[in-house]
């Protein structure tokens, strides 16, 4: 019975990210109070852009339904260390390059993509590349060119506010560390989740269902924001 409660559990949690509101689901940047605080910022000000980065990863749900995928099959800590290694480097490198070099990428275009990322890993995960393709893609290299994709998500965000050069680089450090910060926080409560769930007998039947559903999720999220892109986003 305890496998079962443990298969049901994360099975209920990974619905739960699936279904968040579309108003919210798709309008995870940085918004109300937070925004108006970012708008307003006139030098350094690091604690508060470590709170907004920490906050923005963990209700990130598209980066954390990577995070996920990625981590899904691993069973020693060392390649998880890797592999969110390569993914927090990319992500890093980006988010700093696009804000501080003023690197300008459409929002809908590099969203659609990060949800592309969200389906890959999803595929990889049910052997999708084995069965269909007959090949193996590196995962290390995918993972970290993922990365930088997610960065410049992240750094899209905060490109839509007028940010003052006052002060950028340390607010901009600022916020790099409470992703990072926000990002061991999901991946902490990930792993002690998935170690709960590898218990079950059920583990392997229920693993399918699941990246099932981050594979539709995964299109779901590219086709939405295609859709905005062709719709009203291009410029």
Do not use: C
């Not at 298969?7 to 968040?20: E, G, K, P």
């Not at 989740?193 to 779901?220: D, K, P, Q, T």
């Amino acid at each position: 019975m305890r496998g079962n409660e443990g298969s049901a559990a994360a099975l209920v949690i990974i619905l739960a990210l699936l279904m968040i509101p579309t108003d919210l689901a798709f309008a995870h940047g940085i918004g109300g109070k937070d925004a108006s605080f970012v708008a307003a910022t006139r030098g350094p000000d690091i604690l508060p852009f470590m709170y907004l980065g920490a906050k923005h990863m963990v209700t990130g749900y598209d980066h954390l339904l990577f995070i996920l995928g990625v981590i899904f099959f691993l069973y020693r800590m060392r390649d998880v260390l890797i592999y969110v290694t390569l993914f927090s480097i990319g992500h890093s490198i980006t988010l700093l390059a696009g804000v501080l070099l003023k690197l300008e990428v459409n929002a809908y275009l590099i969203d659609a993509v990060i949800g592309l990322s969200v389906a890959y890993k999803a595929f990889d995960n049910l052997g999708g590349f084995q069965s269909v393709f007959g090949f193996q893609p590196n995962n290390r290299i995918a993972v970290a060119i993922f990365g930088l994709i997610h960065g410049f998500g992240l750094a899209t965000k905060l490109q839509e506010f007028r940010l003052s050069p006052n002060g950028l680089l340390p607010n901009m450090i600022g916020f790099n560390i409470g992703v990072e910060l926000g990002q061991m926080i999901a991946l902490a409560l990930m792993l002690l989740i998935m170690l709960h769930w590898r218990r079950s007998a059920s583990f392997e039947r229920s693993a399918v269902v699941a990246n099932a559903l981050i594979l539709a999720a995964g299109f779901v999220l590219m086709e939405y924001q295609l859709a905005g892109y062709f719709v009203g986003g291009k410029a």
